[in-house]
Structure formats: structure tokens, C-alpha cells
């Protein structure tokens, strides 16, 4: 029993450690000290994980307690929107941690001790295969990956543009368990052996590849177009947004930092998420202002806001049924002329909808906007001065499959607009953007990310954080971001999840080839 509850504790420690690994703590920019954390925290859970084997369910529980410490530690603030279903959200997270350490033991349970450089690569493929997993149940929650704690570190995380960022989480994995391999025939023969060399190995070969890319990108110089950029970030507290009281104030505020951005000449002004709550379908006295406020400054606006569309659908009677909602995002050219908008494709489950609501009424009491909003049908591309531009709303710049799809369909940057106001000063911002930063990666694109409250910045192709502003502090960021008009996308673009399926097919045969008893 007392080994039992070793190990519960061993799966605590680990979910701390990878707490402090993953969260920004020291801001966007700063040196991230913490990150190295990441390559030691797997160590105690599997160092414990081993011993326990086959014993029952004792190797799940172990890490269901690790995921319980890590995602309450990763998403406690999204219980400043809506505690249940932050909780609801946690239980199979956690539960797939639990899977993992449940199958490494068994993994290891059937381990030769002259099989551990194989036993490292199934356990850490294992891990891959589950993330990949974990993004598809209820619409999936596709964050704070393994790899996402190493988010400023460049030269390391180049290894995305092939693998995705599933890539550089199989690379923790690895040496996490590479490490504790290591250790332990070290000190039973003094000697390391192929597990600490392999893992060195791989970590200096990403570091080696990341440094040549990131030194042989000053040939895109002269490329591209130098386009002045206004992001506006409001900072509307949530607790107000959504007053009609509030409103007027919120536009005039709106309308009075994009006045402001007359002398910067810009090419384009950019307003976070439901940066109009009514947008201009559903108010045509707010269509005329934005008309008019295009034409004052001379740009084009790229805004978020409600919107409301008549159903196609018809009921029984011939009659149609109440518009529908969509969480959008709108466009307007410097004349004035509205273009077609983008709705939101991915919608967060238990904020923008419930799963089951319409049969199960009572769920809709723990998601904190109390309208249902619709998912779109499909991307939609906007373009200012020959540049294309791919949106993303909120969470969307999370999921790589749905900015490989702008990215193939011709986007030459992305864009997120978002509202980060619902989580208060927490980490969230901060957290939200560090798992943005892998899509630029992913796709070879530079990431403009405008946010109500929040994190306000721009991302390069290579995801480094160019420049950002204040977060939750109302102003305006200036940016002039050279982006480049039909560049070859990234490898993973092109090919896509191919890494975690390969990393399936690793752990199917590498759970078959395990059949040796423990010497």
C-alpha cells in the first residue's frame, strides 16, 4: 500500500512539475526559464509506473492523479466563465492521462531491460497518439500539448513545419523516459547506455535543423509586402460587454482608438471578438457608422461581431424558424462595402454551446452565454493589398487542422480574433497565445492575433513573438509585419496528422513485440 500512495504522489509531482514547465509565468517575451522543467517532469511518474506493472488499476489512478494536478493547474481559470463545465472539461482530460500510465506499466511490465530505447519510443509514441485522441471527443480541446513548453524556444520547435506539434511533444516524451532509462541501467552498470546517447541524439539533431532554418530565412528579405497593421484592443471587462447599457460606451471607445490610427496610415484595422455585440446585419444605423469610419480613415476594417442569419430550413407549416446566430467574423473595404463574413467553425463546447442541450435543457445552466450560436459552414478568406488573410476566432487558433485548411485554400497569414476577457488576469492569455504560436509553425505563416483583453501581438512563420501589447490594458498596437504572397506551405500543411498516426501505428506493434517477462 505505502508503494501505492508512493506513486500517487510520484503522479502529483509530475503534474506539478509540468504546471510550472508549461505556464508562461514570466510574460510572452521573456526568457522562459521554466520550460527545462518539462524535460524531467514525466520522471517520477515513471519511475513509479514501472513497479507497479500489471497491478490492477493502480497504474491508472497514478495518472489520473497527475492529470487531475496538471489540468487544474492548466485551466483552473476557465471557472471564471463557467465553473461546471471547466469541470466537466477536466474528466477526460484527466482520464487520458490515466490511459497513458496505464499503458506505459503494462509496456513496462513485459520490459527486457535491453529493449529500453524501444520502450522509451512506445511510451513517448503513446503520449502522441493520445494528444492527437484527446482533439476529437466533443469537438475536442486541442491545448496545452507537451510541446507547448517550449514555446519560446525557436530553434527547438522548428521541427513542427514536418510533424506538427505533435512532434516536439513526442521529443519531451522521449527524453523524459529516455532520462529515467538511462538513470536506472547507470546505476545498475555504471555505464550509460543507447537510451541517454539516442535522446541526445534526437534533441541536438532539432536543435541543429531549427538553427539552419531560422540563419537561412534572411533570403525571404525583399519578399513579400511591408503592410501596416492596427490592432485594436478595447479592454471591455466581460462583466459589461454584454450590457446594453454598456454598449454605446463600448463603440465609442472602439470608434475613438481607430480614429487615433489616421496618422499610422494603415492598411488595415483589426477589432478583437464580439467587438460589436449587435453587428451590422442585426442594426443599420451601426452599418452606416462602420461604412462611415472606413471611408474617414481609409482602410479596411476586419471586426468581430454577432451575427444573425434567416434559417434555409423551413418547419412543417412553411413557416421559418428563429435566424440563426453565429459568433463572426465581418469584413469592410475602405469604401464601405461589406464582404461576405466568416462564421466560427469550431465552437467551444459548454461556452458557445452545449453538447446534448436541446434534449438535456438543464445543461444549458452551466454555459455562460446563455444563447446558442451556430457553426459555420466553411473557411472563408479575406484579402487587402494582394495579401490573404485566413480568420480564426477564439480558441480556432488552437487547432491545426483548421488553420491547414485556410493555409491550403491560399491564406498568406492568419489572423485570431479573440476575447480573453472572460478569464480575468489569469495566465489563460498568455497560455491562449503560446499554443497559437504553433500554428504559425505548423503552416510557415505569420500569426496577427487581436484580442479584446488579453494578448494582442503578432507571430512570425518561424513563432516568434514579433511585438504585442499591454495585455489588459486598452490602446492600440502598430505594427508594420512584412508578409509574403504565395509561399510554398510547410511540409505539415501539405500532409497533415501523419506523425500521430504513425505513432499509433508504433504503439500497436511495439505493444505486440513487448511479450518478454522483466529480466
Not at 495518472?63 to 465553473?83: D, K, N, P, R, S
Not at 472539461?89 to 513496462?108: D, N, Q, S
Request: hydrophobic share 50%; glycine share 10%.
Amino acid at each position: 500500500m505505502i508503494q501505492r500512495w508512493r506513486a500517487w504522489l510520484a503522479g502529483a509531482v509530475s503534474g506539478g512539475l509540468q504546471v510550472v514547465a508549461l505556464a508562461p509565468w514570466e510574460g510572452i517575451q521573456s526568457p522562459h526559464c521554466w520550460s527545462a522543467l518539462a524535460w524531467m517532469a514525466w520522471i517520477p511518474v515513471a519511475a513509479h509506473l514501472v513497479p507497479l506493472g500489471n497491478r490492477g488499476g493502480f497504474p491508472f489512478q497514478t495518472g489520473c492523479v497527475m492529470g487531475l494536478v496538471f489540468w487544474l493547474g492548466t485551466i483552473y481559470w476557465i471557472a471564471h466563465a463557467t465553473l461546471s463545465g471547466m469541470l466537466a472539461l477536466a474528466v477526460p482530460l484527466i482520464l487520458i492521462h490515466g490511459m497513458w500510465a496505464w499503458l506505459f506499466a503494462r509496456l513496462a511490465g513485459r520490459w527486457s531491460s535491453g529493449n529500453g530505447v524501444w520502450l522509451a519510443l512506445v511510451g513517448a509514441a503513446a503520449w502522441v497518439a493520445l494528444e492527437w485522441f484527446k482533439a476529437w471527443p466533443l469537438g475536442g480541446f486541442q491545448w496545452n500539448y507537451a510541446a507547448v513548453s517550449q514555446f519560446k524556444n525557436p530553434a527547438l520547435i522548428q521541427v513542427a513545419a514536418w510533424t506538427g506539434v505533435y512532434g516536439v511533444s513526442f521529443l519531451v516524451l522521449y527524453v523524459n523516459l529516455s532520462l529515467w532509462l538511462a538513470w536506472r541501467r547507470w546505476g545498475k552498470y555504471g555505464v550509460f547506455h543507447g537510451e541517454f546517447f539516442s535522446a541526445a541524439l534526437l534533441a541536438v539533431w532539432c536543435l541543429v535543423v531549427g538553427n539552419r532554418h531560422l540563419n537561412g530565412m534572411q533570403h525571404y528579405a525583399g519578399e513579400g509586402i511591408d503592410l501596416k497593421i492596427a490592432l485594436v484592443q478595447p479592454n471591455i471587462p466581460q462583466e459589461v460587454k454584454y450590457q446594453v447599457i454598456s454598449r454605446k460606451e463600448q463603440q465609442e471607445r472602439l470608434w475613438r482608438l481607430t480614429l487615433g490610427t489616421a496618422s499610422f496610415s494603415p492598411d488595415l484595422v483589426i477589432w478583437p471578438e464580439t467587438a460589436l455585440v449587435r453587428g451590422p446585419s442585426m442594426d443599420p444605423d451601426q452599418r452606416a457608422r462602420l461604412q462611415d469610419l472606413a471611408r474617414r480613415i481609409q482602410a479596411p476594417l476586419f471586426f468581430g461581431a454577432v451575427d444573425m442569419v434567416d434559417s434555409p430550413e423551413k418547419t412543417e407549416n412553411g413557416a421559418r424558424p428563429a435566424p440563426l446566430c453565429y459568433n463572426a467574423a465581418m469584413w469592410m473595404d475602405k469604401d464601405g462595402v461589406p464582404q461576405p463574413a466568416y462564421h466560427k467553425l469550431h465552437l467551444v463546447p459548454f461556452g458557445e454551446y452545449v453538447p446534448g442541450g436541446r434534449r438535456l435543457r438543464w445543461l444549458r445552466r452551466i454555459a455562460p452565454i446563455q444563447g446558442r450560436f451556430s457553426p459555420g459552414r466553411e473557411p472563408v478568406l479575406f484579402e487587402a493589398r494582394g495579401i490573404k488573410f485566413g480568420p480564426l476566432i477564439c480558441f480556432e487558433d488552437t487547432i491545426p487542422w483548421l488553420s491547414r485548411q485556410l493555409c491550403l485554400r491560399g491564406a498568406d497569414a492568419l489572423v485570431n480574433l479573440t476575447n480573453d476577457a472572460w478569464f480575468k488576469e489569469s495566465p489563460g492569455a498568455a497560455m491562449h497565445a503560446a499554443n497559437a504560436v504553433f500554428r504559425a509553425i505548423e503552416n510557415r505563416r505569420p500569426m496577427i492575433r487581436c484580442s479584446n483583453s488579453g494578448l494582442t501581438c503578432v507571430v512570425d512563420a518561424d513563432g516568434r513573438v514579433l511585438s504585442f501589447h499591454q495585455p489588459f490594458v486598452e490602446g492600440v498596437l502598430k505594427v508594420t509585419p512584412q508578409i509574403g504572397r504565395q509561399r510554398p506551405v510547410s511540409f505539415y500543411a501539405t500532409h497533415g496528422d501523419w506523425f500521430p498516426l504513425l505513432c499509433g501505428l508504433v504503439v500497436v506493434f511495439g505493444a505486440w513485440g513487448f511479450r518478454k517477462s522483466p529480466s
